[in-house]
């Protein structure tokens, strides 16, 4: 490796590497979450967050926003109906021109604590990839090897299809910290739910849907309005684990709707080219301690620079 590389940047091309060896390469495509759509939306904050944070997508004025659904899998050809987790990515233009981004997907907490098992779990991964080995084989000989990642992989076991990307329930895995106007910090965690309620398909009808099912459901959905998702903040407690995205918060903690997002139709071309990057934060909210969440920006980096450049 380029010895002038920061060890944030080697770590993240060594982590973008495992992935392309354990789930194949894709030129031109993004590194996970290869298959999507981005949309155009308005985000409409309420002003309930405003006691929070003094972020200024979160206060009282309305503003644009570009919303990309997805897939979990490197594969952008994979039918809609083999890739369980979907991921929803929210970019809010600020009232500055500025930019700050919100990534979310239909698990509640992730399989790895720290980058370097991030990259150790793919490397099993690969390791038991033998024939004739079933997605359970490779489960399994991960979580002998790493309890870190037993809930994460239990949770992806149970995803169910989902009807529509419009009714799925999306979680930011990661805690961030809202400061207001005093300078009081707290931590949250952040979901969107569907105004739609969740729903998703039977066993009998996963066989009847085409590849694309879901972009082809948003589109007919769309055609008769928008799709909307409230956004809530989960207000952390003291105790609660700012630094450790597998393991979730208590069903219990305080929840607060603080705005609502109004899906409108597909976006430009263009848009498919841009990074939503998770740590783009603005003032008033901060990054926690996590260090995946931390990692992210470095590994989107490295992903954009392969995709752009055509690898």
């Given at each position: 490796m380029n010895n002038n590389k920061s060890v944030s940047s080697e770590l993240a091309e060594e982590a973008v590497n495992s992935i392309e060896e354990v789930a194949g390469k894709?030129?031109?495509y993004r590194r996970a979450h290869a298959k999507g759509v981005v949309y155009q939306a308005v985000f409409t904050p309420n002003g309930q967050a405003g006691p929070l944070t003094t972020a200024a997508h979160l206060q009282n004025q309305e503003m644009q926003a570009l919303v990309r659904f997805s897939n979990s899998s490197t594969n952008p050809s994979i039918p809609d109906v083999f890739s369980p987790a979907?991921?929803?990515a929210v970019q809010?233009?600020?009232p500055d021109g500025?930019?700050?981004s919100l990534v979310t997907i239909t698990l509640p907490i992730f399989f790895a604590k720290t980058p370097q098992s991030f990259i150790n779990i793919l490397r099993t991964i690969k390791e038991n990839s033998f024939e004739g080995a079933t997605i359970a084989d490779k489960f399994k000989a991960v979580m002998e090897k790493y309890s870190e990642s037993r809930a994460g992989l239990q949770a992806v076991k149970m995803l169910q299809p989902p009807l529509s990307f419009a009714t799925n329930l999306y979680h930011s895995i990661h805690a961030y910290y809202f400061t207001n106007a005093a300078g009081e910090r707290r931590?949250?965690?952040y979901e969107w739910e569907p105004e739609a309620g969740l729903h998703f398909?039977?066993?009998e009808e996963v066989e009847n849907r085409s590849p694309d099912y879901l972009e082809d459901e948003l589109i007919e959905r769309l055609s008769k309005g928008p799709v909307a998702f409230q956004l809530t903040v989960i207000l952390g407690q003291e105790g609660d684990p700012t630094d450790d995205p597998t393991s979730a918060w208590p069903e219990d903690r305080e929840r607060i709707v603080v705005g609502h997002l109004s899906i409108t139709g597909v976006a430009d071309e263009k848009a498919q080219e841009y990074v939503f990057d998770p740590t783009v934060v603005p003032a008033g909210i901060e990054c926690s301690e996590d260090p995946i969440l931390n990692f992210r920006h470095d590994a989107y980096a490295?992903?954009?620079?392969?995709?752009?450049t055509n690898q």
């Open positions: 894709y030129p031109g979907k991921g929803m809010f233009v600020l500025g930019v700050t931590a949250i965690k398909l039977a066993q490295e992903s954009h620079s392969r995709r752009s």
